[in-house]
């Protein structure tokens, strides 16, 4: 038995898993432990958490990978600073006490942080440092079911890179090109959602959300940011940046080109100037995109594509890709940021450092994404006891029966199953369910429930068999990675009065059968379940189709705003205790809001921050 542990850190979205002879184990990110949001300190505790799930421990691990390179990190700096000079001199000496400090010696770091795990653990223990987009690169390319691939990877920035270009053969994988910092697709994207009044790093997916609100009218005043060639390859024009040098993404020269400054999150509302760079920058990033993959597909001729790193969580510009049918497949890793990276260098060690066989899972070898933490009947109950919890437990078949007919009344659930996600989304074990059918359950949820702005749009979890039937989709989206248009027989279509409203205006306008979640411009971020996968939800989902003719849930990750999914009972049992959630279910136990202790009652609104 050999056996590898993956390990991200020190940037954002820490996260550890574990191989066995190739296989995925387990994996997850240290925030869900900590409950800080991209915590980036060091996984102790997903450390902990894979090697316990593993059954092994960390003295008897063969090898540790680290998903990056320091020094490279290290390079970069002394390069731009630089470069630049003598601009950037305020982040240059804010940054490099930390970087002699910790950083410049972090494998000594690392090798005192791991020997809190084991005392037995040796400081000659064979570590690497894998390079940033390559564990990018291997974490989309060796769980996919592709024997080839060409794999696209896109991000802020790793040591150097920001966009590779890689291709992989059985259990080789070659990065063949790449665009360096600080011209950066990620980059370029976070500058916008700094703009736009958005957390950099964490708002990303808010100001994908609120694009369809806007008219991409900026698009010009946007390329003269960056040069674009017809291969997809770009250049940013630094003269509007100030992340290479300064302390925040844009400057005044970007402020007078698009005639205001930064939204301030604090005092000011958002607006249909916002709404429209929103929708310009969305329109650009989809673009660059589109050419990179049209580009690579014509130069490699390889028919499989496979996304990771930051940007291909957007799902809208994924979406772009699998509709132009530029690739027979697609193929995208559900933790396409930072913490896939700990999987990612944990495979290419794996394969094409140790050139162990490849064996191809037809589906994907990624288990559904769940890899996290799972809890036993046992312990959930006694968990929920002595936090003073009245619930009922109920048989399998009661259990389904009594979640469905209270989502198809419209009631707000809690869905604690199984093992916990890997990556950014809920994929129906950490997540809030609700009746998609009903044209309140958008607004509700987000006011509610997740305590977050009401333009935010939901995922509809489809059963797999029915989604062409609903989706203008006909391929598998099980990781919620690919948006697609509501089918027209299933979409109501706009009066002449509501197609004269602008942005936030056109929310409340019930546009499909399945209004919670359709988007304005009436795309939708599918889940497709499968029985193979989650045989609980897809048993749910197929109950909630008897009882109302409909194959399609709302699906949102069970969390308020700016806090980490739920990890154990007690997170679940606090966020349920702390929002108009109306039922809790978790294992087999059933909680009820009006059967609880008021005095357990939390408030949650002013709990986490906006992200």
């Given at each position: 038995?050999?056996?590898?542990?993956?390990?991200?850190?020190?940037?954002?979205?820490?996260?550890?898993?574990?191989?066995?002879?190739?296989?995925?184990?387990?994996?997850?990110?240290?925030?869900?432990?900590?409950?800080?949001?991209?915590?980036?300190?060091?996984?102790?505790?997903?450390?902990?958490?894979?090697?316990?799930?593993?059954?092994?421990?960390?003295?008897?691990?063969?090898?540790?990978?680290?998903?990056?390179?320091?020094?490279?990190?290290?390079?970069?700096?002394?390069?731009?600073?630089?470069?630049?000079?003598?601009?950037?001199?305020?982040?240059?000496?804010?940054?490099?006490?930390?970087?002699?400090?910790?950083?410049?010696?972090?494998?000594?770091?690392?090798?005192?942080?791991?020997?809190?795990?084991?005392?037995?653990?040796?400081?000659?223990?064979?570590?690497?440092?894998?390079?940033?987009?390559?564990?990018?690169?291997?974490?989309?390319?060796?769980?996919?079911?592709?024997?080839?691939?060409?794999?696209?990877?896109?991000?802020?920035?790793?040591?150097?890179?920001?966009?590779?270009?890689?291709?992989?053969?059985?259990?080789?994988?070659?990065?063949?090109?790449?665009?360096?910092?600080?011209?950066?697709?990620?980059?370029?994207?976070?500058?916008?959602?700094?703009?736009?009044?958005?957390?950099?790093?964490?708002?990303?997916?808010?100001?994908?959300?609120?694009?369809?609100?806007?008219?991409?009218?900026?698009?010009?005043?946007?390329?003269?940011?960056?040069?674009?060639?017809?291969?997809?390859?770009?250049?940013?024009?630094?003269?509007?940046?100030?992340?290479?040098?300064?302390?925040?993404?844009?400057?005044?020269?970007?402020?007078?080109?698009?005639?205001?400054?930064?939204?301030?999150?604090?005092?000011?509302?958002?607006?249909?100037?916002?709404?429209?760079?929103?929708?310009?920058?969305?329109?650009?990033?989809?673009?660059?995109?589109?050419?990179?993959?049209?580009?690579?597909?014509?130069?490699?001729?390889?028919?499989?594509?496979?996304?990771?790193?930051?940007?291909?969580?957007?799902?809208?510009?994924?979406?772009?890709?699998?509709?132009?049918?530029?690739?027979?497949?697609?193929?995208?890793?559900?933790?396409?940021?930072?913490?896939?990276?700990?999987?990612?260098?944990?495979?290419?060690?794996?394969?094409?450092?140790?050139?162990?066989?490849?064996?191809?899972?037809?589906?994907?070898?990624?288990?559904?994404?769940?890899?996290?933490?799972?809890?036993?009947?046992?312990?959930?109950?006694?968990?929920?006891?002595?936090?003073?919890?009245?619930?009922?437990?109920?048989?399998?078949?009661?259990?389904?029966?009594?979640?469905?007919?209270?989502?198809?009344?419209?009631?707000?659930?809690?869905?604690?199953q199984g093992r916990m996600e890997f990556g950014p989304r809920?994929?129906?074990?950490?997540?809030?369910?609700?009746?998609?059918?009903?044209?309140?359950?958008?607004?509700?949820?987000?006011?509610?429930?997740?305590?977050?702005?009401?333009?935010?749009?939901?995922?509809?979890?489809?059963?797999?068999?029915?989604?062409?039937?609903?989706?203008?989709?006909?391929?598998?989206?099980?990781?919620?990675?690919?948006?697609?248009?509501?089918?027209?027989?299933?979409?109501?279509?706009?009066?002449?009065?509501?197609?004269?409203?602008?942005?936030?205006?056109?929310?409340?306008?019930?546009?499909?059968?399945?209004?919670?979640?359709?988007?304005?411009?009436?795309?939708?971020?599918?889940?497709?379940?499968?029985?193979?996968?989650?045989?609980?939800?897809?048993?749910?989902?197929?109950?909630?189709?008897?009882?109302?003719?409909c194959p399609v849930i709302v699906n949102t990750s069970?969390?308020?705003?700016?806090?980490?999914?739920?990890?154990?009972?007690?997170?679940?049992?606090?966020?349920?205790?702390?929002?108009?959630?109306?039922?809790?279910?978790?294992?087999?136990?059933?909680?009820?809001?009006?059967?609880?202790?008021?005095?357990?009652?939390?408030?949650?609104?002013?709990?986490?921050?906006?992200?």
């Amino acid at each position: 038995m050999k056996s590898i542990l993956g390990i991200s850190a020190y940037y954002h979205d820490s996260a550890a898993c574990i191989l066995i002879d190739g296989k995925i184990i387990a994996a997850a990110q240290e925030e869900r432990f900590t409950r800080k949001k991209h915590d980036s300190s060091y996984p102790f505790n997903a450390i902990n958490f894979v090697l316990k799930y593993a059954n092994i421990k960390l003295s008897d691990v063969d090898q540790i990978i680290f998903y990056e390179k320091p020094f490279l990190k290290f390079e970069r700096l002394l390069e731009t600073y630089v470069a630049f000079a003598p601009k950037g001199f305020v982040q240059f000496s804010k940054s490099i006490p930390i970087w002699l400090k910790e950083k410049l010696f972090q494998k000594k770091l690392l090798f005192d942080k791991l020997k809190t795990h084991d005392n037995n653990f040796v400081s000659n223990k064979n570590i690497f440092f894998s390079d940033h987009h390559l564990s990018h690169a291997a974490s989309a390319f060796f769980p996919s079911p592709f024997e080839e691939a060409i794999i696209l990877t896109a991000d802020g920035v790793g040591e150097w890179a920001t966009t590779t270009v890689a291709v992989g053969k059985k259990n080789e994988l070659e990065i063949k090109k790449e665009i360096h910092f600080p011209h950066s697709l990620g980059l370029l994207y976070s500058a916008f959602t700094y703009y736009i009044g958005f957390k950099v790093n964490s708002g990303e997916y808010k100001l994908m959300g609120l694009a369809p609100y806007g008219k991409p009218i900026y698009e010009d005043k946007i390329k003269k940011l960056l040069d674009i060639k017809d291969d997809g390859s770009f250049r940013l024009n630094q003269d509007y940046f100030n992340y290479a040098t300064g302390l925040t993404m844009t400057n005044e020269k970007f402020n007078n080109l698009f005639g205001s400054k930064p939204r301030n999150p604090q005092n000011e509302k958002i607006t249909q100037f916002h709404m429209d760079i929103a929708a310009s920058i969305q329109k650009v990033t989809e673009e660059i995109m589109l050419k990179l993959a049209r580009a690579i597909r014509k130069e490699y001729k390889v028919k499989n594509l496979c996304l990771a790193g930051g940007v291909a969580l957007n799902c809208v510009a994924n979406g772009k890709i699998l509709k132009e049918k530029i690739f027979d497949n697609l193929w995208i890793q559900p933790a396409a940021g930072d913490a896939g990276g700990s999987l990612g260098a944990a495979l290419a060690l794996w394969y094409t450092d140790q050139e162990n066989e490849r064996i191809i899972d037809p589906e994907d070898s990624m288990k559904g994404s769940y890899l996290g933490t799972e809890y036993s009947q046992n312990e959930i109950e006694k968990e929920l006891k002595s936090l003073g919890a009245k619930f009922m437990t109920l048989d399998y078949e009661d259990l389904i029966k009594k979640t469905s007919n209270n989502l198809s009344e419209g009631k707000a659930i809690g869905w604690f199953q199984g093992r916990m996600e890997f990556g950014p989304r809920a994929l129906g074990a950490r997540s809030i369910l609700g009746d998609p059918r009903s044209d309140k359950m958008q607004k509700n949820l987000n006011l509610k429930v997740k305590y977050r702005e009401s333009f935010r749009p939901f995922a509809p979890s489809v059963l797999r068999e029915d989604s062409s039937e609903w989706f203008d989709i006909s391929t598998e989206s099980p990781y919620m990675l690919l948006v697609a248009q509501i089918n027209s027989n299933k979409k109501i279509e706009m009066t002449d009065e509501e197609k004269k409203l602008f942005g936030i205006d056109k929310l409340n306008i019930k546009r499909s059968e399945i209004p919670a979640v359709t988007h304005v411009d009436y795309s939708a971020r599918i889940q497709t379940v499968s029985k193979k996968t989650n045989q609980r939800y897809y048993d749910l989902i197929s109950k909630f189709k008897e009882i109302t003719g409909c194959p399609v849930i709302v699906n949102t990750s069970f969390n308020v705003r700016g806090e980490p999914i739920v990890n154990t009972p007690t997170d679940a049992f606090n966020c349920f205790m702390g929002t108009e959630l109306d039922l809790l279910v978790i294992g087999n136990c059933v909680l009820e809001k009006n059967m609880q202790n008021p005095f357990l009652e939390k408030d949650y609104s002013k709990e986490f921050e906006l992200d």
